[in-house]
Structure formats: C-alpha cells, structure tokens
C-alpha cells in the first residue's frame, strides 16, 4: 500500500517535472523572439516551477525513507521543507518580475511576433491545467505537502499564462483595430499583475507548509473522526485523554490515553488498543498511532472527566462496586 502511494506521488512529481522544462524552453525562445517582459516573465516563473517540482520530485522520495535510528519519526518533514522553499522561490521570482516589468515601463520597446506569444501562453495554460488538477487530486489522496506546493505552482502558472496571453492579444489585436495607438505599456502592466498573483500565493503556501514545521495539530476534521473511532469502544473504554496530534509530511502522529477496568488483563488491553489502532489506520494508513492505557479510577480527574465515555449511571455504579469492595469488567 505505502509503496504504490509512494510511486503514485513520485510519477505525478515526474510528470511536472518534463512539463515545467518543455515549457520553460518554450516560453524563453518565444519569449526573446518577441521581446516581451511578461513573457520572459512567464519563463522566469516556469524556471521556478521546474526547480520547484525538482524539489517535490525529491521531497517525495526521500520522505518515503523509513524511520531510522537518526530518524525514529521517518522523513516527513523534507516535504514541509521543500514546501517552505518552493514558497521562497516564488517570492524571489516575483521580485525579479515586478524589477524587470518597472525598467520596461520606463525604457519601453515595440514587441514583433505577438501572435507567437498568445499560441504559447494558450499551451502553457492548457498544459498547466491539466497537471495542476493531477497534482492536486494526488496530494489529496496522500497528504503531500511537496505535491500541493507544486500544484498551487502551476495553477498559478495557469492564472499568469492566461494574463500574459491578454496583454499580448491586446496589444495585437490593437495593431489591427487601433493603428498608431501606443499599447506596449500593456505588457509590463501585466507582468506586474503576474507577480502580484504570484505573491499571494506564495504567501498562502508559506503558511501551509511551515505550520507543521512547528508541530501544529492535524486539521479539526481529522481529529474528530479520529475521537469518533476512539469513542466507538465504548464501554470497554471508560475514557480517554491527553490527546494530541500532528503531521510530517504526509505522515500522521496520533497519542492518547485511554482508562479501562482496572481489573482489565494486559493481554485484553493490547487487544483493544491493537483494534483502536487499526480503527484509525483505516482512515489514514500512513498514521502512526501510540496508545497509553491505564486503569479507571472511581475518583474521577477533571481531564479524565473531559473526554468521559460512560454515562452518569454507569459512573454511579463503578463507584459503588468500588465501595463495596467489586470490580465488574465493563461488558
């Protein structure tokens, strides 16, 4: 299972790969030919994609490396990592942009072969569309962090393209409707609008990546299945608390305790934890799960109240056989 996941991340990651470099050089011989900035703009920023999807290309092999004696939490985290660069290499981008776009408003210069531009920024745009929508199905499926980096990399590739591609047909189409008018503003205008895109998503990326650099928990949705799971050994589990999570990577990290019958074997605790285990995995295979088990106390503790699955009556009763000397296994 984990190795077909692990190809399936790293064949997508390929695939941007060969796209990002065949439209790089694209975009760069056009682009000089006609003597556009947007354009050279746009094969700036597919370079960034290429080095971005290199990145991912790695990110997901290497975070495939089992845990290790170095690494006795596995290899995640280079996922985050290459998320927080890739995101460092758009901002970078994006300056470069708006710099050569201001020199150009400044020193402006009559473009040739606009059409040649709008058929390449029309390809870049279908081409990027469709690998965007296959990384971003594949991140979902995985929860890779570098994959979803190099998707939102070339959807916004995509929304660029589409811009460059305007401000060309503009100026071309002005050419024929509007003869004498002096439209080549057009083209750095545009190419600052391409960076300013480009920030706001480097910005939205900067923040996903490097928040599980920190430890954060997994998403709300996540974490309430996961106690949905936990709650569904009621009554054999009496409680749970201390529950924490987090992610690496792709990979999840679930600990909790849980209080059963203090008269419990240990043999039929590892069993249930097992079950529990399994439960979760279900859902997320690639999670890791630790489970700490401890006896009921009648005298129950304000976090252990918390997360209490059993009713009043049950409680009532657990304290009263406790009195009286008993300890009847919950059924």
């Given at each position: 299972m984990l190795y077909k996941i692990t190809k399936q991340k790293a064949d997508v990651a390929l695939l941007s790969v060969i796209s990002n470099a065949t439209l790089v050089?694209?975009?760069?011989?056009?682009?000089?030919?006609?003597?556009s900035v947007s354009m050279i703009s746009e094969a700036i920023h597919s370079g960034v994609d290429l080095l971005a999807a290199s990145i991912a290309l790695f990110a997901v092999k290497k975070s495939a490396k089992p845990a290790d004696v170095r690494h006795p939490f596995g290899?995640?985290?280079?996922?985050?990592?290459?998320?927080?660069?890739?995101?460092?290499?758009?901002?970078?981008?994006?300056?470069?942009?708006?710099?050569?776009?201001?020199?150009?408003?400044y020193h402006p210069k009559?473009?040739?072969?606009?059409?040649?531009?709008?058929?390449?920024?029309?390809?870049?745009?279908?081409?990027?569309?469709?690998?965007?929508?296959?990384?971003?199905?594949?991140?979902?499926?995985?929860?890779?962090?570098?994959?979803?980096?190099?998707?939102?990399?070339?959807?916004?590739?995509v929304y660029t393209s589409i811009g460059v591609m305007v401000g060309?047909?503009?100026?071309?189409?002005?050419?024929?409707l509007v003869p004498g008018?002096?439209?080549?503003?057009?083209?750095?205008?545009?190419?600052?609008?391409?960076?300013?895109?480009?920030?706001?998503?480097?910005?939205?990326l900067t923040i996903k990546s490097a928040r599980d650099l920190l430890d954060a928990s997994l998403p709300a949705d996540e974490e309430a299945l996961i106690r949905e799971h936990i709650k569904s050994f009621s009554p054999t589990v009496?409680?749970?608390?201390?529950?924490?999570?987090?992610?690496?990577?792709?990979?999840?990290?679930?600990?909790?305790?849980?209080?059963?019958?203090?008269?419990?074997?240990?043999?039929?605790?590892?069993?249930?934890?097992?079950?529990?285990?399994?439960?979760i995995k279900e859902h997320y295979p690639d999670a890791t799960v630790t489970i700490h088990t401890e006896p009921c106390d009648p005298v129950c503790t304000p976090w252990c109240e918390n997360d209490c699955l059993l009713s009043d009556e049950d409680r009532r009763g657990i304290r009263t056989n406790h009195r009286d000397g008993v300890s009847p296994k919950a059924e």
């Open positions: 050089l694209l975009k760069t011989i056009i682009g000089l030919m006609v003597g290899h995640g985290k280079v996922e985050n990592i290459s998320g927080t660069i890739e995101a460092i290499l758009i901002f970078l981008a994006a300056g470069w942009i708006v710099f050569e776009a201001v020199k150009k408003l009559p473009l040739e072969a606009v059409s040649w531009g709008v058929v390449v920024m029309f390809l870049s745009a279908v081409a990027n569309v469709f690998i965007s929508q296959r990384l971003f199905k594949v991140s979902q499926e995985t929860g890779s962090v570098a994959l979803e980096a190099d998707a939102w990399h070339l959807r916004t590739d060309l047909g503009t100026i071309w189409a002005g050419k024929w008018t002096n439209l080549e503003w057009v083209d750095p205008v545009t190419a600052i609008g391409v960076a300013l895109l480009i920030l706001k998503a480097a910005y939205e009496r409680s749970f608390h201390r529950f924490r999570t987090r992610k690496s990577g792709s990979d999840r990290f679930v600990e909790f305790h849980i209080l059963v019958d203090s008269g419990m074997s240990v043999n039929d605790s590892h069993k249930v934890t097992d079950m529990m285990s399994d439960a």
